[in-house]
């Protein structure tokens, strides 16, 4: 009996001739835009080539158009799925070339946001795995605790994906006076959602056949593509930036992190699932732990004056003139800054020459990393497995093309 995944000898293999198919850019099986080109013996993999970049912003050229604050806004879209990450690590870089240090409430918030962020991108590609190996009630259910998420983030940033939320220096505004009731309220549907979710699916025949002995990867061969995250985890290898190169308040955060064995499709999904209850760990500790005080340094070289002040005084007015139309003085130099991405390491590399803007700003998208390892992860295995093995891959366009 042939076995899924695993291409007969030659001799006994009825079709002696391969062919290539390209499947893509617009493919309705799958999210994003992605072109595999395929070379097939009959449905089995024999060859695939991933081409990326159909959604190609320019994010770093234009990140040296504007100022060091305008460049936030844009990495909002680079993982629109978790935005506030994208925000945090950006705004260090910049910190880190300014050896700037913010407050104490500043970085507890910033790691609570950047936790619910990590969540919300979670669900969303639990959901989407889920659905596109025709889960199509976990799909909805996920993204139903996902909304309860965006309306905490809603609340505290005044959007839902575009949210623009930290500055150099501190964060656009402190928390509303009612976050934890919001949090706790949130977190009770999400606790019954996930195990409804974990009933549903976790030990559901088909989907575990679906899942199980998929896209393998070993650890030698995730750690030589440069993955991290989920899909490196996956593999039983423990790298987390958080443990590894603690920031903000992490190393005094109590949370584990959670390990596959066979760096499989299935691993890379349960390792997303634990990472939900490790993150909402995280939160609930931030809120307890927060001290009170200011958001952001009180410094008029990095941080735009109150408004009451810009529209009282000239020197309210002028400080806020030039730090907008000027921009802040970062000395010249580069600094690289990393923080844990809902898809691994996610990483700003940025350059001054001491004027306003960015010299340079490069990003080290996780997602792209886990696209390159893509091709051998489906060789040998059938065209239905590109599916569920790219939506564990969990490529974000806007991250992976940037």
Not at 150 to 160: C, F, L, N, Q, S
Not at 265 to 281: A, K, P, T
Not at 294 to 317: C, F, H, N, T, W
Request: include cysteine; charged fraction near 25%; aromatic fraction near 8%.
């Amino acid at each position: 009996m042939k076995r899924p995944g695993a291409a007969l000898p030659a001799t006994q293999d009825p079709v002696e001739t391969t062919f290539d198919l390209q499947m893509g850019p617009s493919h309705p099986a799958t999210h994003g835009t992605i072109k595999f080109h395929l070379r097939l013996d009959g449905e089995v993999i024999v060859d695939c080539d991933v081409e990326i970049g159909y959604l190609h912003r320019a994010f770093e050229k234009m990140a040296e158009q504007g100022t060091w604050t305008q460049v936030i806004p844009y990495t909002d879209r680079l993982n629109y799925v978790s935005p506030l990450i994208n925000n945090v690590g950006y705004v260090m870089a910049v910190e880190k070339l300014l050896g700037l240090e913010v407050p104490e409430r500043c970085r507890y918030i910033r790691v609570m946001m950047s936790e619910i962020s990590r969540i919300t991108d979670h669900l969303t590609c639990l959901g989407m795995a889920a659905t596109e190996a025709g889960a199509m009630t976990v799909g909805f259910l996920l993204n139903e605790a996902r909304e309860f998420l965006y309306d905490i983030v809603e609340a505290v940033t005044g959007a839902r994906v575009t949210v623009t939320y930290t500055r150099i220096g501190g964060v656009t505004n402190d928390l509303p006076a009612d976050i934890r009731e919001r949090v706790r309220a949130a977190f009770r549907h999400l606790d019954g959602i996930l195990r409804d979710c974990d009933k549903l699916l976790t030990r559901n025949r088909i989907f575990y056949d679906r899942m199980a002995g998929v896209g393998v990867i070993s650890p030698e061969d995730a750690i030589s593509f440069g993955l991290t995250g989920p899909m490196l985890r996956a593999t039983g290898v423990s790298y987390d930036v958080r443990k590894q190169q603690p920031y903000l308040v992490y190393d005094r955060l109590d949370f584990e992190v959670p390990l596959g064995s066979r760096g499989d499709n299935y691993d890379r999904f349960l390792c997303r699932f634990l990472e939900i209850e490790q993150s909402m760990r995280i939160v609930e500790q931030t809120l307890e732990r927060m001290p009170e005080g200011p958001v952001s340094v009180q410094d008029p070289r990095y941080v735009l004056p109150p408004k009451q002040a810009v529209y009282r005084s000239i020197e309210g007015l002028m400080n806020h003139f030039k730090i907008i139309m000027e921009g802040i003085k970062v000395p010249p130099g580069e600094a690289y800054m990393a923080v844990e991405g809902a898809n691994g390491e996610l990483g700003f590399y940025v350059v001054s020459d001491g004027t306003g803007r960015p010299y340079r700003v490069r990003v080290r998208g996780p997602c792209f990393w886990g696209m390159s390892a893509l091709g051998s992860m489906l060789r040998g295995h059938t065209v239905a497995d590109i599916v569920t093995t790219f939506g564990m891959v969990n490529m974000i366009g806007g991250e992976c093309d940037r």
